[in-house]
Each structure stands twice: as C-alpha cells, then as structure tokens.
C-alpha cells in the first residue's frame, strides 16, 4: 500500500488533483440529494444545498475525520416535519422556529464534542436506533409518495398518509407518474446498464436530467388541463421546483421566540440525538472502508459537525452529519484528504450557481422519487428480515420503537425503545431491579495485566448498552498492538450492543497488531445464530451441539480431519481475498480442516458471518466457503455464475475496472461465467481446455483466487452435510487439476 496522505496544507498540495476529481462525482450526487432531503422536510429547496456547502468548507476546518463528507441529515426529516406542525403559530415563522433549534442542537453538539462525549453514542441500543431510523424511513416515504403521485393528503398522520397513498392511488396524476415511474426505474437498473454513457453521471443526476424532457413534452411551464384516458389533469409550474433568483434571496434567520415552549426542546433534544448518533456511527462506517485505515477523532469530529450546523441554522440551513453514501463515491472515486469534502462543497455552490436556470425546470416528483427509494430501503422487508436473524427479542424492539415514533415523535419513541430493552433484560436475567443494576455498574468488571504484558478483560454481572461506558474506560488502558483475551464467563447477559462494541474493538486492536480472542460464551444461550445476539447464562451447562454440528464431528473423526464449533475470531487472511477486502466479516466457525497430503494442499471449510455495507443499511448474510491453500503461484481471477450474486457481486465490481474475459472457442463456459482479472493474458493463458472442460461440466461456485490459494462457495447460505462432502470432493479434483497444470 502506498504511503498514508500527508495531513493539513501538506496534503492538500500533494493531492489536490485526485481529492478535487472526487468531489467531482461526489458534488453532482450531493445536488439532487440536498435539495431533496429539504423538500422532503418541508423546508425551502436551498436550506439542503446550505448545509451541503457549509458541511464542505465549514466542517473540513475543523473536523476529526479525514475522507468523509458532510452535508444534510435526511435522519432529521421526520423531526423537522413534527416541528414545524407543533411550534406553526400561524405567523409563518414556523420555519425560522426550527432553524433555532438547529442552531441551539449544534451548540449543545459543540459542547458535547469538547467534553470528550462521543462514545456517548455507543449506549443507545442498536435495534432500538435501527426502530427509529426505520420509523424516519417510513415518514419520508409516505409524505414524498403523494408528491410522487400527484397527489395530496390532509392528514397529518404518518399511517394515514400511508393508507391515503393506497386511496388515493386512482386519482394519482398520470403526467407526474410517469416521470417518478421512470425515475424509479432508473434507480432500479441503472447498475444493470453497460452502455458507458449512462455511467458519466451519478444514478440522482440522470433522475433529474431525463425527468427534463418530460417537462417539456407535457409543458408544465404554463397552467393547463391534460386530458389522459377521458380524464382531466391540472399540470403547472406548482410541480417544478421553486428556487430563488440569487443566493442571498434564499438566506432565512432563526426565530427563537419559541424557546420557552416544550415543542422547541423536543425539537433540540431530537436534532441532537438522532444527528450525533447518525455522525458517530458513519464516521467509524467510512474509517472501516478508509483504504489508508486512518482513524476519526469522534469527539472533534462532534464538535467540527456542531459548529457547522451553527453555522447553517444561522442562515436557514439543516442540521449537517458525516453522510455515507457521499463518503463512499469519495473513496471509491480516489480522494485522500479532507480537502475533498471542501472541493464538493465549493463545487456544489459552483453548480447551483451555474445550473439554477436549469434546476428550475426540474419536476418535484423527481426529487421525490428520489425519497422514496432511500425511504423504502430504511423500512425495507431485508431491514425486518435483518433484526429477526439477530433476535426475537431485537425485532420486538424494533417493532415498538418503529410504531412509537411513527404514532409519538422521535424523542418519546428513542426513550420508549430503550425502556422496553431495559425491562426485556431485567426479565431474561430474572433480577430485581435493585440487583439488577448492581450487576450493571458495581459488577467487579476488571483489567489484568500478566506477566507476559498481554491483558485479560474480565468483564462480570450484566453487560448491556448500560455497561459501555465503563467497560470504554478500561479498554482506552490497554496499549496498541497488545494481545487481549475479552474473558465474558461471569457475566449474566450479554446484550447485542456490548457485543457490537466488543467486536468492533477486537478488530481495531487485531488491525493494530495484537492478537483478541472472546471467551466465557459456551454455556451462554440466544435466540439467535447470530454471532452478536444478545445472550443470557441460567446454568453452568454448556451449549449442546445441533444435528449439522454433530454431523461435522462425527465427519472429522471419521475421516481424521480437525473440527471446531468454536467461534474463530481470526479471519485476517479472508480479507486476502476481493471478495472480502470491502466486506466486514463478522466471525468464523464451525470450521472444518485437512489436507490433500499428496498434493501438498492444506483446505479450511467455515461457516462464515459477514455484512454488505456500512453502518445503518448494513445487511448480515451467512455462508459456508472452502479455502484451497495450493502452496502455488497462479493467476489472481474471480469467476462468478452469470446472474448468480449480483446483488453482491455487482456493487464490489463496479469501481475495479474488471471486465467479463469471455473465450470465443468455449462459448458455453463464457455464457454460464463471469471471468475476470487484471491480468487478462495471463489468465487466458492459465485457462487450457482442461480447465474450461472441467469447470463446464461440475456444479458452478463462486470461485476466487488471491494469487497462492482458491476461495469457493455456493450460495448465501449455510451447507448441508452432503453439500460439505461435495466441497471436499470437488475442492480435491480442481487442486488436482491445478497442481498437474502449475507442475
């Protein structure tokens, strides 16, 4: 890997170049974005750009992180919209009410950020911040529907809304259907298109590039009745977007005459919560895929984000947080600075200068249909399906606070969620709630040094999101690079955000040098396979193996091969592999291991848990690989089955440059695989007859290569017994194939 990017006015003259082609792509995405999440809120177009630009020149002079981008907080839409409703006076200033509260949330994030309180976060529950964001999902999406539609509810009820957009579905204006229609189309597939043209721009700008065309054709510039069907439609300039003529027609100034209302401090408290936690968590999201694996310093990053949310609320902008899917096309795109989140900043106050004539020809439904989606994907099913693999239990929390928030606001319904996951675990680990908390916070939870200077965590009593703090405390004593043994056999409950917590340091500290195992969990219990899942101990029984776990033993002992049911925290060398370079692996077990001795080739068949993408929408999938380790060089290749995994497989491909290596003699091979590589002769070379001839006629796997050894899998799931045997099997005869070709 190339040298770590020089900090500060260093490293802005070294890369310059690089970080301003990245704020290129990440400028034309923050544009549409922006002025949606506004729209969305109910706020006046340019308070989304305002954020967006002071996110990129205000917070890169102050900030904590060092490839991230800032801008609007769509996770604040559901709080703006109950505002605005609560404090509207009727004086029009409703607004300017909540622009004040922006401003006083950031002071307090300003203070928080100087009081080293970021790992304040880390206490709120997991399932219950995945209920809330889910619930803000569910707002956005049921108040940008009907613009989507063309059509309007009155209500002010989010469920209402919701069952409005089924009512009123009939009435819905065709003219503006049309252009969400195809929006959403284009969002869907636009992956799946190879012509390059559509790829020069970001999937939001075509949104709103090819919703212009229909502007034109259905004249929307002039109030006029459209007859669709014998059906009459109003279209008119009410369905494009209203900007004003200059920058400064658009500054708006905090009312804080609403201060000494209980509304304005729900709106503060909500800002302040919902932002801080949405910052703190990307901001570690985009360290994980940072490929110069830099850390953020979360509590000057809190205050650098506070401090520009003053600064935009003065002005009549949002509240601003680190947004992840800017800061993933900043990386993807090669920005190595914080001097790219100026770059798009400025070059977004460029475009909306340079593209106002145009961005008001741009119809409302596109920005909406643009809400839409990104509210359907936080209250998607796979979000449901998600909480269930990690608990009964976490998906009741979810549930609760989804349907709190949506029928209260967002502050009663964050308390609400972390009340219910405090009584569920006060009933799980059957105490009162005197002793209940005795285990929590007088648990004798301690830190050992021994001789050798590695450190045992002894951690005792309840380990719940109550405990993180304390258990922070001791951790910041254990130095960089030191061998740490996180020893959880006293404890009572585990609870799935200690357990997020524990994991994410054992791969910070791995990532440092040193060497963190997990231990104590065997006779602990869950409702769940799920590696993090909250986990109660009632007796000193340990853990029964299931029926696959008994046949995986009774398979090594027969056929004399090593098992473990054992969860193995090591995963470092799958990370050798692309596949899982981008991709967080959670955990390995159930690993099974031998050797083909007269081959000289050692394989690893595991059960793997690993997430596709970063912080809030990251989805947890399972599968059982074999490891191939061929003590030989040869190509580095991934081969994929057409169509198979393209969920997955798609996404990691898209920024590799890779192309389909297709061999016109064996055109059955090419059309059942996805070949690719860098290296193109080499591995066309590496491809005889014999191998394309045996790869056509057996079952088809996922198959990569990092250069000395092979990964295989099948499918996203857990393998059968059989499928076991058919791995060892099939894993044999291609080490024998490859072996006879690389002798």
């Given at each position: 890997?190339?040298?770590?990017?020089?900090?500060?006015?260093?490293?802005?003259?070294?890369?310059?170049?690089?970080?301003?082609?990245?704020?290129?792509?990440?400028?034309l995405?923050?544009?549409?974005?922006?002025?949606?999440?506004?729209?969305?809120?109910?706020?006046?177009?340019?308070s989304?750009?305002?954020?967006?630009?002071?996110?990129?020149?205000?917070?890169?002079?102050?900030?904590?992180?060092?490839?991230?981008?800032?801008?609007?907080?769509?996770?604040?839409?559901?709080?703006?919209?109950?505002?605005?409703?609560?404090?509207?006076?009727?004086?029009?200033?409703?607004f300017?009410?909540?622009?004040?509260?922006?401003?006083?949330?950031?002071?307090?994030?300003?203070?928080?950020?100087?009081?080293?309180?970021?790992?304040?976060?880390?206490?709120?529950?997991?399932?219950?911040?995945?209920g809330?964001?889910?619930?803000?999902?569910?707002?956005?999406?049921?108040k940008?529907?009907?613009?989507?539609?063309?059509?309007?509810?009155?209500?002010?009820?989010?469920?209402?809304?919701?069952?409005?957009?089924?009512?009123?579905?009939?009435?819905?204006?065709?003219?503006?259907?049309?252009?969400?229609?195809?929006?959403?189309?284009?969002?869907?597939?636009?992956s799946?298109?190879s012509?390059?043209?559509?790829?020069?721009?970001?999937?939001?700008m075509?949104?709103?590039?090819?919703?212009?065309?229909?502007?034109?054709?259905?004249?929307?510039?002039?109030?006029?009745?459209?007859?669709?069907?014998?059906?009459?439609?109003?279209?008119?300039?009410d369905?494009?977007?209203?900007?004003?003529d200059?920058?400064?027609?658009?500054?708006?100034?905090?009312?804080?005459?609403?201060?000494?209302?209980?509304?304005?401090?729900?709106t503060?408290?909500?800002?302040?919560?919902?932002?801080?936690?949405?910052?703190?968590?990307?901001?570690?999201?985009?360290?994980?895929?940072?490929?110069?694996?830099?850390?953020?310093?979360?509590?000057?990053?809190?205050?650098?984000?506070?401090?520009?949310?003053?600064?935009a609320?003065?002005?009549?902008?949002?509240?601003?947080?680190?947004?992840i899917?800017?800061?993933?096309?900043?990386?993807?795109?090669?920005?190595?600075?914080?001097?790219?989140n100026?770059?798009?900043?400025?070059?977004?106050?460029?475009?909306i200068?340079?593209?106002?004539?145009?961005?008001?020809?741009?119809?409302?439904?596109?920005?909406?249909?643009?809400?839409?989606?990104?509210g359907?994907?936080?209250?998607?099913?796979?979000?449901f399906?998600?909480?269930?693999?990690?608990?009964?239990?976490?998906?009741?929390?979810?549930?609760?606070?989804?349907?709190?928030?949506?029928?209260?606001?967002?502050?009663?319904?964050?308390?609400?969620?972390?009340?219910?996951?405090?009584?569920?675990?006060?009933?799980?680990?059957?105490?009162s709630?005197?002793?209940?908390?005795?285990?929590?916070?007088?648990?004798?939870t301690?830190?050992?040094?021994?001789?050798?200077?590695?450190?045992?965590?002894?951690?005792?009593g309840?380990?719940?999101?109550?405990?993180?703090?304390?258990?922070?405390?001791l951790?910041?004593?254990?130095?960089?690079?030191?061998?740490?043994n996180?020893?959880?056999?006293?404890?009572?409950?585990?609870?799935?955000?200690?357990?997020?917590?524990?994991?994410?340091?054992?791969?910070?500290?791995?990532?440092?040098?040193?060497?963190?195992?997990?231990?104590?969990?065997?006779?602990h219990?869950?409702?769940?396979?799920?590696?993090r899942?909250?986990k109660?101990?009632?007796?000193?029984?340990?853990?029964?193996?299931?029926?696959?776990?008994?046949?995986?033993?009774?398979?090594?002992?027969?056929?004399?091969?090593?098992?473990?049911?054992?969860?193995d925290?090591?995963?470092?060398?799958?990370?050798?592999?692309?596949?899982?370079?981008?991709?967080?692996?959670?955990?390995?077990?159930n690993?099974?291991?031998?050797?083909?001795?007269?081959?000289?080739?050692?394989?690893?068949?595991?059960d793997?848990?690993f997430?596709?993408?970063?912080?809030?929408?990251?989805?947890?999938f399972?599968?059982?690989?074999?490891?191939?380790?061929?003590?030989?060089?040869?190509?580095i290749f991934?081969?994929?089955?057409?169509?198979?995994?393209?969920?997955?497989?798609?996404?990691?491909?898209?920024?590799?440059?890779?192309?389909?290596?297709?061999?016109?003699?064996?055109?059955?091979?090419?059309?059942?695989?996805?070949?690719?590589?860098?290296?193109?002769?080499?591995?066309?070379s590496?491809?005889?007859?014999?191998?394309?001839?045996?790869?056509?006629?057996?079952?088809?796997?996922?198959?990569?290569?990092?250069?000395e050894?092979?990964?295989?899998?099948?499918?996203?799931?857990?393998?059968?017994?059989?499928?076991?045997?058919?791995?060892?099997?099939?894993?044999?005869?291609?080490?024998?194939l490859?072996?006879?070709?690389?002798?």
């Amino acid at each position: 890997m190339e040298a770590t990017p020089k900090q500060g006015i260093q490293g802005l003259v070294e890369n310059w170049k690089s970080d301003l082609i990245a704020a290129v792509s990440v400028a034309l995405i923050a544009l549409p974005l922006s002025l949606g999440i506004a729209l969305a809120a109910g706020a006046p177009a340019m308070s989304g750009i305002f954020s967006a630009i002071i996110g990129g020149v205000v917070t890169t002079l102050y900030r904590g992180g060092h490839i991230s981008v800032n801008g609007p907080a769509k996770g604040v839409i559901g709080v703006i919209l109950w505002g605005m409703i609560a404090m509207d006076d009727g004086s029009g200033q409703a607004f300017n009410y909540i622009l004040a509260a922006v401003v006083i949330s950031g002071a307090f994030q300003m203070l928080l950020g100087i009081l080293k309180l970021g790992r304040l976060a880390d206490i709120f529950h997991s399932s219950v911040i995945h209920g809330i964001l889910a619930a803000i999902g569910i707002i956005i999406f049921a108040k940008q529907i009907h613009v989507a539609m063309g059509t309007h509810s009155e209500s002010p009820g989010i469920v209402q809304n919701l069952i409005d957009a089924v009512v009123y579905l009939p009435q819905a204006n065709p003219f503006v259907l049309i252009i969400a229609l195809t929006g959403l189309l284009l969002l869907l597939f636009h992956s799946k298109i190879s012509n390059r043209i559509f790829h020069l721009l970001p999937t939001p700008m075509w949104v709103i590039a090819l919703s212009i065309p229909f502007v034109y054709a259905f004249n929307f510039f002039d109030q006029q009745t459209l007859s669709f069907f014998g059906k009459a439609y109003e279209v008119g300039p009410d369905l494009l977007l209203d900007i004003p003529d200059t920058i400064t027609d658009s500054i708006m100034l905090p009312n804080f005459g609403k201060i000494n209302t209980i509304e304005f401090w729900i709106t503060v408290f909500s800002i302040l919560i919902i932002s801080s936690i949405e910052s703190l968590a990307i901001a570690k999201a985009v360290d994980k895929i940072d490929p110069y694996k830099r850390k953020t310093d979360l509590n000057k990053d809190l205050t650098g984000i506070g401090l520009s949310t003053v600064v935009a609320g003065m002005i009549g902008g949002l509240p601003i947080i680190a947004v992840i899917i800017r800061s993933t096309v900043n990386i993807h795109n090669g920005a190595k600075t914080k001097w790219s989140n100026m770059y798009q900043g400025l070059l977004l106050l460029l475009f909306i200068v340079v593209l106002s004539p145009i961005m008001v020809q741009v119809p409302l439904c596109a920005f909406a249909i643009l809400l839409v989606y990104t509210g359907f994907k936080l209250a998607s099913p796979s979000v449901f399906k998600q909480m269930y693999s990690q608990g009964t239990e976490q998906l009741i929390f979810f549930i609760a606070t989804m349907v709190l928030t949506l029928y209260t606001n967002l502050l009663i319904g964050l308390l609400g969620g972390l009340l219910l996951a405090l009584v569920t675990h006060m009933l799980l680990a059957r105490l009162s709630i005197p002793q209940f908390f005795k285990m929590v916070y007088k648990s004798r939870t301690k830190l050992v040094q021994l001789p050798d200077d590695s450190f045992v965590l002894k951690i005792r009593g309840i380990a719940n999101f109550l405990g993180i703090l304390k258990v922070d405390k001791l951790v910041a004593q254990i130095p960089s690079g030191a061998d740490v043994n996180i020893d959880l056999s006293e404890t009572r409950l585990v609870g799935i955000t200690y357990m997020d917590y524990l994991v994410e340091y054992l791969k910070t500290q791995r990532a440092s040098g040193g060497e963190v195992i997990i231990t104590g969990l065997d006779s602990h219990v869950s409702s769940s396979t799920y590696n993090r899942a909250l986990k109660i101990c009632l007796t000193s029984n340990s853990t029964k193996l299931s029926q696959r776990q008994k046949r995986l033993r009774n398979l090594a002992t027969e056929k004399d091969y090593q098992y473990t049911n054992q969860v193995d925290w090591n995963t470092t060398y799958l990370k050798k592999f692309h596949f899982f370079e981008i991709r967080p692996i959670e955990r390995k077990y159930n690993c099974l291991k031998g050797t083909f001795k007269d081959l000289d080739v050692s394989w690893e068949i595991a059960d793997v848990t690993f997430n596709e993408g970063q912080a809030f929408t990251a989805e947890t999938f399972n599968t059982t690989l074999m490891v191939l380790k061929l003590n030989k060089k040869i190509p580095i290749f991934t081969m994929e089955k057409e169509a198979v995994l393209e969920k997955l497989f798609d996404r990691m491909m898209a920024f590799t440059g890779y192309k389909d290596i297709d061999f016109k003699m064996y055109p059955d091979f090419s059309k059942k695989f996805l070949l690719m590589g860098n290296n193109e002769d080499e591995i066309r070379s590496f491809f005889t007859d014999e191998i394309i001839r045996f790869f056509e006629n057996h079952q088809i796997y996922h198959l990569e290569s990092n250069g000395e050894s092979i990964v295989i899998f099948d499918k996203i799931k857990l393998a059968r017994t059989d499928e076991t045997l058919a791995f060892i099997e099939y894993g044999k005869k291609l080490a024998t194939l490859f072996a006879a070709k690389t002798a």
